[in-house]
């Protein structure tokens, strides 16, 4: 991406201000993620960086609000906080097995949905893929109210199973979408050769096209994951108090007031992203080299 | 993370167990935060009876009703506002209670006729006035202070921005009252469209000056901040700054809006006669003073306002609260105890016009 | 179609000559005849019956999921529409009285019929229904709620006839003309009022249509206010993302790899965790205004409103929508070889001249795609503008959410999300027609 030699001045500040200026978009997209960090470690409730912090100053720095985040602050101090609850702790468990449990119900439909809808000869693919991807086209305020009374008929407000049941509708679409990316890069000759080797296509499925595809449904599955656990307007529409999530918790917090207990959560929220990214580049990485595709 | 899940899940076991097992506890519904807190250390913890167990919820009817009409009726006590408090006992969601069963007042005045509001139907029980009120920090004004709702619609007098909050009401009674309708016609006046006019024009005044805040801890960091001179607040919120956190903040109870709040027990609670043990217990004037220890909300009860009275200092820091009381004497009569009838009518058309005046 | 054969030979009974391609002596042997299997039956046979049990097998897969999309997502949506134009209840509570003011001339004093055909009604209706219509009826005048509230609780207080002196005792609205005109708006069990209410009309008494009071009128305002945020999100986004998707699609490998983390990472990141970044950096005591501030760039009395407006809404948005932006863009230019570029210039064109020619038509497909998938998740935005939207940031996403939950008119939410729907459907009929749903990729 260098400049040739014969560059004109004008071709060099020309150049020089576009890459100036895509520095400033990315820096735009990942600093106030970066902010986050150590305003986290801030000694004060104060949501900015405080003389003592900028001085580099230790006494500037705490992880005060890690204990409150994790409820173990001790009773002058959790008199102190308002913010000290176990409801960061609760949350955090609710929205994991909200989140697990939907992600393994839209993985196991999506899975299927995508190998039934790349075989041949499937009557109304293109209606079928269409409603398939639908619950990612409307807007969550739209489904959510839609669920709100559907779940109102059938007694699945205010329970765990209607959360769950909602969010493997939103996760659904991910999954279907990446199962079937991979498939298309998949060489049906394998399964029709191992057919005709005699396995059966329980054996088959299992043996040869689930490694094969796996990188394809475990990123579908990490999609479903993290929509399920960052999803708030569902769980605020059908959920009742018992179905406290992190995102729920995060949500009135920041309706109330953001303290930086909320920043020490989304810090970690931040750094499980970076998990979830690395994972799925890997995964990336070894699909391509399985498929023999190298980078290019 | 491993081990985390595993915690994850056992503790899920645990919530699960207990939650089987939850027969003879009484399901206590209210709003969370410093409130929910003042609460159960007034009522919880002087409570001798069957374990309560603490619930927040957002307000509303929506799950209330949805309870009711499924059958499947798990909250015991709800803390709800007015409108809740009189549209639901209307619609058969909440419990009639025999008032008969109350504590009376130590003078022995039962307890229907010893609360500062008439009890709007047998289905509420007396709890708190809360208010909306107008404050600024010591210090931001030289010279004359502001003292009045009049001098908070006053941007030439007192310079600087003023905090409202993004729903109309008790905006509108307020500008009434800066505007000068007496207090005990400003409903009157609010329900012709002219004066609906008379109450924006005000509003008009400090438009250009106004920042908006939704949530309730915004207004003290407001004015904190500097960013406006003065705002209105809940009167809690003030409170707790300047008794709990030693805040120099100055509340101006001229003009201050009242908003009553009840407790009421749901139609077919799963815990009813422990519920209603407990309703008795915490509608008590000894509980309703309790109260006040832990947060400036005014007791419904005047047998409670006398027992904080005769026991200064009643506030567990050891200072006065009676001076931080929305319903004390000396501010009734500048006070407007907010119409909770009328707001159900006109709220929802007042909204839109309000939210329209907002983004204009 | 070899294939197929082979696939369901896993299902035939098992043969020592299936296995065999060669064992199919018939088709070469009888060249005349129609063509036939090992088994006897002719092929055309054989290859339709493989052919439907092959498509037998997929719609057995596709089925678990579609149906479970039906059920959970599908109906509840269509019947969250059908509340858009449902008025049923005035009808089930009050029929004898809309068949009185069906007789009514709507502008004398109504008469001791229609006094007694409403208390006829009201008498005979649940209280939970008494007090949903009262609601119901208060969206057409304000006033009806209470009106309906204190009839019901003095109903029993009315002794018989005459009605008309007892009801007007009970309260005086009751002579109040406007309320009775006022149902005519609801008499229909089937009404297009609360798509009149989403764009601020309304129906008067005689079902003519008219706009509301000029003090109500937000819906308009709250459209137009949407499509433009969602436009210039849209735009913002694309002058933001076309820079960066080139750059990256041109760098070599190693370095676009480390960059396009930071495109991944926000995207990758709880949306709330973005919106509590933002308000940090945006709000007046924010570390913006800090900096500014302490670099004296700006006065302590001036700080900058980026947050809680419009203006923090816009940006908030642009940066958790840019990725949605910049992933299609960079997809498409990552298929364009650099060759065509060199080629342009080596035959005369200046670099401007070559971009607009030739490099900036084959990115159309990726911009395409970047701008309709922005657009369609802007316009349907929710979480962000109600936390940092303010007094004048929020959109019809927000509406919808405050019917739904706060005032109950889940008549109008229906038919806001409607129209709504109808908007994002069409644009995604187009996305579909220009790119192809299925060509979707993730991340």
Known sequence: MGLPVYATPGQRIWHYSYLAFCALVLFFLVSPLIVVIPLSFNASPFLHFTQDMLALDPKGYSTLWYKSLFGMCDAEEASLWTSCTDKWKVGTINSFIIAIAATGLATTLGTLAALGLSREHVPFRRTIMAVMISPLIVPFVITASGMFFFFAKVNLVSTMSGIVLAHTILGLPFVVITVTSTLVGFDNNLMKAAANLGGTPFYNFFKIQMPLIAPGVISGALFAFITSFDEVVIVLFVGGPDQYTLPRQMWSGLREEISPTILAAATILVLLSIVLLTTLELLRRRNERLRGISPA | MHNYLRNAFLCAAVVVGTLGTAQAEVNMVTWGGAY??????????????????????????????TQVESGAVTWDVVDVLPDQARTGCDEGLFEPLDRGMFVPAPDGTPMDQDTMRALPNDCVVPNIFWSYLAFYEEGTFKGEQPSTIADFFDVKKFPGKRGIHTWPNALIEMALLADGVPVDQIYEVMSTEKGIDRAFAKLDQIKEHAVFWSSGSKPIELVKSGETSMSLAYNGRVGAAILSQGEKLVPIWDGQVL?????????GAPNAEAAKKFLVHISAPQQQAGQAKWINYGPMRKSAMEIIKANEPWHNTGVNVMPHMPNRDDVLATSIFSNAAWWADYGGELKERYTAWMSQ | MAGLVFTDQSRLPPSPFLNNVSTMPTASANPAGPILTVDGTPLKTSLERSLKLSKLRAVGLVFPPLVFLIFLFVIPIGSLLTRSVDD????????????????????SEPDEAMFEALYLDMKAAEKLDLSKLGTRMNYEKSGWRSLVKITTRGLKRIEGPPYKPAMLKLNKRWGDIAFWQSLGAMKDPVTFGYYLNAVDLKYDGNKNVMRVNKHRRIYQLL?????LVSTIVTIGCLILAYPVAHLLATLPLRISNLLMICVLMPFWTSLLVRIVAWMIMLQQNGVINDSLVSLGLLHDDNRLEMMYNFTGTVIVMIQILLPFMILPIYSVMKTIPPSYMKAAQNLGATPALAFLKVYLPQTIPGVGAGCILVFIVAIGYYITPELVGGKDGRLIG????????????????AAMGATLLAAILILYWVYDKLIGVDNMKMG
């Open chain 2, 36 to 65: 929910a807190v003042s609460q159960q250390k007034a009522y919880g913890d002087t409570w001798k009876g069957d374990k309560i167990n603490w619930i927040n919820y957002n307000g509303g009817l929506g799950e209330i009703r």
């Open chain 3, 88 to 107: 049923s209840l005035s009808n089930k509570v009050l029929p004898r009285t809309l068949a009185a003011f069906e007789r009514w001339d709507k502008t």
């Open chain 3, 223 to 227: 459209w137009w206010r949407t499509l």
């Open chain 3, 398 to 413: 927000n509406l919808i959410a405050h019917h739904m939950q706060h005032s109950l008119n889940w008549g109008l939410a």
């Open chain 2, 259 to 267: 908003e009553e709040q009840w407790f009421t027990l749901m139609k």
